[in-house]
């Protein structure tokens, strides 16, 4: 697939979020939020997180597909999913597997990054001395947990529609989306870089306004909305990735 497709995704996310906006964004925030309420959770967080991860990405997904379909999202959409035992019981397995390696990731980490860690000073004032810092970058802490996390997000990252669209088990899912994210590099990249510089684009250009017109007091009511609907955007990229890339899989 050649890069124009990732032009392509953008527009149909920006699409899909001008049809429903309100719904989208609600239910981006509601996916956001519920992980970051699991996540820290006492002992248990990080596995919650990783379980709850599967579902609310079909959910995003078939969000996503109704707007575009001129459809109100509903949030009907876990329980109809909950309810469909096989895809129920392999998108467990797969935020199993999610949580693995997100776990997998930070031991690697805290491990290899201990000694850098430690040379890490403060200031008077109690802040990070960003001098020490930059001196102590664990850089191989960082290249090892890149290693393992990248090809685990590859192998985890459509898998979840892969399960619920086209009833595969969860390692077969998960073998799709490892290839087909290998597969599809460049527009994978081409989207990255659209959703970055739209990102950049916009928060520079509202602070430029907030400067200008010394709005100042009510930065946070100015750059808020804009940060929720580009989050909305950036979710609302999945399903037409997924429906590209694997829309002529046959299901089992």
């Given at each position: 697939?050649?890069?124009?497709?990732?032009?392509?995704?953008?527009?149909?996310?920006?699409?899909?979020?001008?049809?429903?906006?309100?719904?989208?964004?609600?239910?981006?925030?509601?996916?956001?939020?519920?992980?970051?309420?699991?996540?820290?959770?006492?002992?248990?967080?990080?596995?919650?997180?990783?379980?709850?991860?599967?579902?609310?990405?079909?959910?995003?997904?078939?969000?996503?597909?109704?707007?575009?379909?001129?459809?109100?999202?509903?949030?009907?959409?876990?329980?109809?999913?909950?309810?469909?035992?096989?895809?129920?019981?392999?998108?467990?397995?797969?935020?199993?597997?999610?949580?693995?390696?997100?776990?997998?990731?930070?031991?690697?980490?805290?491990?290899?990054?201990?000694?850098?860690?430690?040379?890490?000073?403060?200031?008077?004032?109690?802040?990070?001395?960003?001098?020490?810092?930059r001196e102590n970058l664990p850089y191989d802490a960082i290249?090892?947990?890149?290693?393992?996390?990248?090809?685990?997000?590859?192998?985890?990252?459509?898998?979840?529609?892969?399960?619920?669209?086209?009833?595969?088990?969860?390692?077969?899912?998960?073998?799709?989306?490892?290839?087909?994210?290998?597969?599809?590099?460049?527009?994978?990249?081409?989207?990255?870089?659209?959703?970055?510089?739209?990102?950049?684009?916009?928060?520079?250009?509202?602070?430029?306004?907030?400067?200008?017109?010394?709005?100042?007091?009510?930065?946070?009511?100015?750059?808020?909305?804009?940060?929720?609907?580009?989050?909305?955007?950036?979710?609302?990229?999945?399903?037409?990735?997924?429906?590209?890339?694997?829309?002529?899989?046959?299901?089992?």
């Amino acid at each position: 697939m050649g890069p124009a497709a990732g032009w392509r995704w953008f527009k149909t996310a920006v699409i899909a979020t001008r049809e429903q906006p309100f719904a989208l964004m609600g239910i981006t925030l509601f996916y956001m939020f519920s992980m970051g309420f699991l996540s820290i959770m006492p002992i248990v967080g990080a596995i919650l997180s990783a379980l709850f991860m599967p579902f609310g990405t079909v959910f995003i997904g078939r969000a996503t597909r109704d707007a575009i379909d001129q459809k109100a999202p509903s949030y009907g959409i876990l329980g109809t999913l909950w309810r469909n035992a096989f895809a129920r019981k392999n998108l467990v397995y797969l935020g199993l597997v999610f949580g693995f390696v997100l776990i997998t990731v930070n031991v690697v980490y805290s491990l290899l990054s201990a000694d850098e860690l430690a040379r890490w000073a403060l200031t008077e004032n109690e802040r990070l001395d960003w001098n020490t810092v930059r001196e102590n970058l664990p850089y191989d802490a960082i290249l090892a947990a890149l290693v393992i996390y990248i090809p685990g997000l590859m192998a985890t990252w459509f898998a979840p529609l892969l399960i619920s669209e086209k009833n595969m088990t969860c390692v077969k899912a998960m073998f799709y989306s490892f290839f087909g994210c290998l597969r599809n590099l460049l527009p994978i990249f081409v989207l990255g870089a659209l959703l970055i510089g739209t990102t950049l684009a916009s928060t520079f250009g509202m602070l430029f306004v907030i400067d200008t017109f010394e709005l100042a007091s009510i930065e946070m009511y100015l750059l808020t909305p804009i940060a929720f609907l580009l989050t909305t955007i950036a979710y609302a990229t999945y399903w037409p990735m997924y429906v590209a890339l694997f829309g002529d899989v046959n299901k089992d």
